[in-house]
C-alpha cells in the first residue's frame, strides 16, 4: 500500500524534473529571503540563475550544524514570523540545540512524510498508534503524531516514560502500533517479560514496530521483533530537515525509502567532500526541496551510510538508504582503531544471554587507551555458574575482537544496572574528552 501512489512511485527521470523544478525554486527563494544564503552563494560565486537543474546542486556550498548554532536561533528562516506555526528543537545530543521553524505546509509535508512510512508498514485507519517517542520540543513525538494522524489512525499519545501506564493502555486500548526509540522499545519488552500479568501474545495486540532516530542494527531488530510478537521497521529523520518520517521501511525491510521529493539526497566523502561512487558509504547530505520555514541546503548530517537506486521489490522508485552506522561523531578512536557502539551492540545481541544493555567507557590511563564494555545476563542465565559466566564472557570478548580488531575489558554487571533509557539512549563514557 502506498500513501501518495504516483510519487511514491514516480519514473525517475520524471522525479529528476520534479526535483530540478523545486531546487531552481529553494535556490532564488533562500537567495532573495535569508542573508546567510546570499552571503556564503556570493562567497562562492554562484548566481541562482546558475542552478538550472538538480544536477547543479553540486556548485551550491555545504552548510553544517554549526552554521545553525552561529545564526541561532533564527537568522536561517526564510518566511516571516507570521507565517510560522511551529517550533521544534535539536534533543541538543551533540552540544547547543538548534531551533527549527515550520510552516502550516512544512507541517502538512513532514506528516506525509511519516504517513507514507506508516502506510508502506501496513498501518491504516483502523490502527491504534501509540506515541512513545518524547512530546515537546524533540521531533518524535508529534511528528509520529501528525503522521498517524494524518493517516486516520487512532493515536495513543502516550509520550516516553511511565512504563507500567503504557503497558497498561497498550492491553486495554489494544494498540497494534508502537513508535519509539529502539532502546525504549527494548525496555518496554523487558518490563513486558517482566510484568506477570502481561502475555505479549495472549494480552497485546502489538503489530507493528516505528522505530527511529537513533542508530539499531539488525540483530535489535530480530530481538524486538521476537520479543514484542511485532514487524520492526525503521523510520529515519532529523531536526534540521523536519523530524522522523524524512524516510522509512518498506514491508521488504530491505532499505530505508528517502521521500526523495521533499528530501533531496547526496553521499559524499566527509574528507574530500565529493560525491562517492554510487553505492559507496559516505556522510549524507540533505537539501530539502519543499521546505519554507527552514529550508537546509546541502546540509551535512553527519550520518554515514550508503544509498541504493535499484528499483525496490515493493514499486517504490524512492532512493534506499543502508543502515545508518552511526553519526560520525558517534564513532570512536580506541588505539588507533575505529569503533561503532552500533558494531558492539550487534554483537552482543548474536548471543541470547545477554540482554542487549551495554555501556561502554573509555580513557586514557598512561597515555593508552582503556575500552571497558558493561553487558548485562539475561535474568534466566544471571544465576549460572562462575564458569559457565567465565564462558559465556570468553566468548563474547572473542567474537569482539574478531570485529572490532581490539579487546575491550568485558563486565557481566548485576541484572537492570545499566541505565534504560525512555528516549535516546546514551551508550558511550569516553572519559577522555573531559580531560
Ligand atoms: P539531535 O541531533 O540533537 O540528536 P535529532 O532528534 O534531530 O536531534 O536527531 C537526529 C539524528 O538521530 C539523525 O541525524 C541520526 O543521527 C539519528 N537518527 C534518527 N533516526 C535514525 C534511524 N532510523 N537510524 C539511525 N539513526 C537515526
Ligand atoms: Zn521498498
Not at 94 to 113: F, H, R, S
Not at 140 to 160: E, M, N, Q, R, Y
Request: proline share 5%; glycine share 8%; with cysteine.
Amino acid at each position: 500500500m502506498y500513501f501518495n501512489e504516483r510519487i511514491e512511485t514516480m519514473e525517475r527521470l520524471q522525479l529528476r524534473q520534479l526535483q530540478s523544478e523545486r531546487l531552481v525554486k529553494l535556490v532564488k527563494y533562500t537567495y532573495d529571503n535569508v542573508k546567510f544564503y546570499r552571503e556564503r552563494m556570493d562567497k562562492a560565486g554562484v548566481k541562482p540563475e546558475d542552478i538550472k537543474s538538480i544536477d547543479d546542486i553540486s556548485k551550491l556550498p555545504f552548510m553544517q550544524k554549526q552554521d545553525l548554532r552561529d545564526y541561532y536561533p533564527t537568522d536561517t528562516f526564510a518566511a516571516p514570523m507570521k507565517d510560522i506555526v511551529r517550533f521544534h528543537a535539536s534533543s541538543g545530543t551533540t552540544g547547543k540545540p538548534i531551533v527549527a521553524g515550520y510552516t502550516q505546509n512544512d507541517l502538512e509535508c513532514w506528516a506525509e512524510g511519516v504517513a507514507r512510512c506508516l502506510t508502506a508498514y501496513g498501518v491504516s485507519k483502523e490502527d491504534i498508534v501509540q506515541v512513545s517517542y518524547g512530546y515537546g520540543l524533540f521531533t518524535g513525538g508529534l511528528g509520529a503524531h501528525d503522521g498517524a494522524s494524518k493517516i486516520g489512525a487512532a493515536v495513543l499519545p502516550t509520550s516516553s516514560g511511565n512504563t507500567a501506564k503504557q503497558i497498561m493502555l497498550m492491553k486495554d486500548l489494544k494498540t497494534t502500533t508502537l513508535c519509539c526509540t529502539p532502546s525504549y522499545a527494548l525496555f518496554l519488552a523487558e518490563s513486558i517479560e517482566n510484568d506477570p500479568d502481561t502475555d505479549v501474545k495472549k494480552d497485546l495486540h502489538l503489530r507493528v514496530g516505528a522505530f527511529g532516530a537513533e542508530p539499531w542494527t539488525e540483530n535489535m531488530r530480530k530481538e524486538l521483533e521476537k520479543k514484542l510478537n511485532i514487524n520492526a521497521y525503521d523510520i529515519y529523520g532529523l531536526t534540521e530537515v523536519s523530524g522522523p518520517g524524512v524516510g522509512g521501511e518498506c514491508e521488504y525491510q530491505d532499505g530505508t525509502h528517502l521521500w526523495e521529493d521533499m528530501f533531496f539526497p547526496e553521499i559524499i566523502d566527509p574528507v574530500t567532500l565529493q560525491p562517492v561512487e554510487p553505492g559507496q558509504q559516505g556522510e549524507l547530505v540533505f537539501t530539502t526541496l519543499t521546505k519554507e520555514g527552514m529550508p537546509v541546503v546541502r546540509y551535512r548530517t553527519r550520518d554515514l551510510t550508503h544509498l541504493i537506486y535499484d528499483k525496490c521489490r515493493c514499486g517504490r522508485t524512492m532512493v534506499r538508504m543502508g543502515r545508518i552506522l552511526g553519526r560520525s561523531d558517534d564513532m570512536l578512536i580506541i588505539r588507533g582503531v575505529n569503533v561503532f557502539p552500533s558494531t558492539i551492540e550487534s554483537c552482543i545481541l548474536e548471543f541470547p544471554e545477554y540482554t542487549g544493555q551495554y555501556f561502554i567507557t573509555v580513557d586514557r590511563v598512561n597515555n593508552v587507551d582503556t575500552f571497558d564494555v558493561d553487558v548485562e545476563l539475561r535474568p534466566d542465565f544471571a544465576n549460572a555458574s562462575e564458569d559457565e559466566k567465565k564462558g559465556l564472557k570468553d566468548k563474547l570478548v572473542n567474537r569482539l575482537v574478531s570485529v572490532l580488531g581490539i579487546k575491550p575489558s568485558l563486565h557481566i554487571v548485576e541484572p537492570n544496572s545499566i541505565e534504560r533509557s525512555q528516549g535516546k539512549a546514551k551508550h558511550v563514557l569516553d572519559k577522555r574528552k573531559l580531560a
